[in-house]
């Protein structure tokens, strides 16, 4: 792995660390949440951050094995 590929692989990892304290703050919200379009926003963000997490660990494994 280059040292680009290595800096971009850390770049990455930092975006997922972030978007999983996000994730972790927004299902926190959830546990508090009472009205249910409260509930459903929630819902609809925390999927959005898995897609993302997701598609950021997909990047990182492919730098990672190629």
């Known amino acids: ?6 800096i971009k692989v850390q770049t990455l990892k930092e975006k997922i660390a972030k978007l999983l304290a996000e994730y972790r703050v927004k299902h926190d919200e959830l ?5 249910e ?3 459903g926003e929630i819902h609809v ?3 959005d951050y ?7 660990k997909k990047e990182v494994h492919q ?4």
């Open 1 to 6: 792995m280059s040292e680009l590929e290595s």
């Open 31 to 35: 546990e508090l949440a009472v009205e």
């Open 37 to 39: 379009w409260d509930i």
């Open 45 to 47: 963000a925390l999927d």
């Open 50 to 56: 898995t897609k993302e997490i997701n598609k950021l």
């Open 63 to 66: 730098l990672e094995t190629a």
